[in-house]
C-alpha cells in the first residue's frame, strides 16, 4: 500500500514541470493576443484621427481586417499619410499608408485591409415633388448619408436648379441623376427664332419646332414659308441656332 502510495506522489511531482510549462504557454499566448489586439486598436484610432481631415467625405474605419503584418512591423512613431484611392462603401477597403522619412519622404508604402463607414453629403427633397416638376433651390438640402445606401449615382447639386422630375420624389428621399432631365423650354409646335450662323452670314427667322426639347438638344424646325425642314441646336426658351 505505502508503495502505491510513493508511486502516485512521485508522478504528481514528475508531472509539475509539464503543467507549469502549459500554464506559462497559455500566459504568454494570452498576453501575446492582448497585446495584438491593443496594437490594432491602437492603429484604429491613429488612422481615424488623419481621417477626420477629410472634408468632402465622412470616412471612419469600423473594423481593421487580417492580415496585419504590415502594422505589426510598423512602428507607432513614424511619420505617415494615408492613401484613399481605393475606399468601398460596401464590403472591405484597402487604406495604404505612406511612411515619411524624417525629410518628410515616402520611405515605405504599407496596405491596411479595413471596412469602412463612408458618409457624402447629397443632396435631398425637402418635400414630395411631383412627376414633371421643375426643381426649385429650395426643393432640397444637403445632408450626409451612408454612401452604401445610394442605389445609383446622385445628382450634384450645382447642376439641379432647373431639372425636371421624371418620376415623384417623396421628402427626404436622395435626388438621383436617373431621376432627373433637363427642362423643355421648346415644345413641339412652337414658334422659335432661328438664328442663322455661317462663314460670313448671320440672320434671323421664325419657324416651327417639328420637335421638343431641352437646352443644347438638336431638333427639326420647319420654315413655315417654303415647308423646308432644317435642323439646329436649342440655345434658350423658342430659341434654336442653326449652323451652315
Same mark, same amino acid.
Do not use: H, Y
Given at each position: ?20 510549462? $502549459?500554464?506559462?504557454l497559455?500566459a504568454?499566448?494570452?498576453? @501575446?493576443?492582448?497585446? =495584438?489586439? %491593443? !496594437?490594432?486598436? #491602437? ?6 484621427s488623419?481621417?477626420?481631415l477629410?472634408?468632402?467625405?465622412? $470616412? ?8 496585419? @503584418?504590415?502594422?505589426? =512591423?510598423? %512602428? !507607432?512613431?513614424? #511619420?505617415?499619410?494615408l ?12 487604406i ?60 450634384k447639386?450645382?447642376e ?24 423643355t ?24 419646332a ?19 425642314e ?15
Amino acid at each position: 500500500m505505502m508503495k502505491n502510495i510513493f508511486k502516485f506522489v512521485l508522478l504528481i511531482v514528475a508531472m509539475i514541470p509539464v503543467w507549469l510549462t $502549459i500554464v506559462a504557454l497559455g500566459a504568454t499566448t494570452t498576453e @501575446k493576443s492582448v497585446s =495584438e489586439a %491593443s !496594437l490594432i486598436n #491602437t492603429w484604429k484610432d491613429k488612422i481615424n484621427s488623419k481621417l477626420l481631415l477629410v472634408r468632402d467625405r465622412r $470616412i471612419q474605419v469600423i473594423e481593421l481586417a487580417p492580415p496585419f @503584418k504590415d502594422l505589426f =512591423e510598423t %512602428s !507607432l512613431t513614424q #511619420t505617415f499619410e494615408l492613401d484613399l484611392s481605393d475606399l468601398k462603401a460596401r464590403g472591405n477597403s484597402t487604406i495604404g499608408l505612406k511612411i515619411l522619412d524624417t525629410e518628410g519622404r515616402l520611405a515605405q508604402f504599407k496596405r491596411v485591409n479595413c471596412r469602412l463607414l463612408i458618409q457624402e453629403q447629397v443632396p435631398v427633397a425637402t418635400r414630395d415633388l411631383s412627376r414633371d416638376s421643375v426643381i426649385r433651390v429650395s426643393d432640397f438640402k444637403m445632408e450626409w448619408r451612408d454612401a452604401s445606401t445610394f442605389s445609383s449615382m446622385v445628382a450634384k447639386s450645382n447642376e439641379l436648379v432647373g431639372k425636371v422630375i421624371r418620376n415623384q420624389v417623396r421628402q427626404n428621399d436622395i435626388l438621383l441623376q436617373a431621376g432627373l432631365q433637363n427642362e423643355t423650354i421648346v415644345a413641339r409646335g412652337d414658334r422659335v427664332k432661328i438664328s442663322v450662323v455661317g462663314k460670313g452670314l448671320s440672320l434671323t427667322a421664325t419657324g416651327i419646332a417639328q420637335e421638343a426639347g431641352v437646352k443644347g438638344q438638336s431638333i427639326k424646325i420647319q420654315n413655315p414659308e417654303s415647308r423646308k425642314e432644317l435642323v439646329g441646336v436649342v440655345t434658350d426658351t423658342r430659341e434654336v441656332e442653326v449652323r451652315l
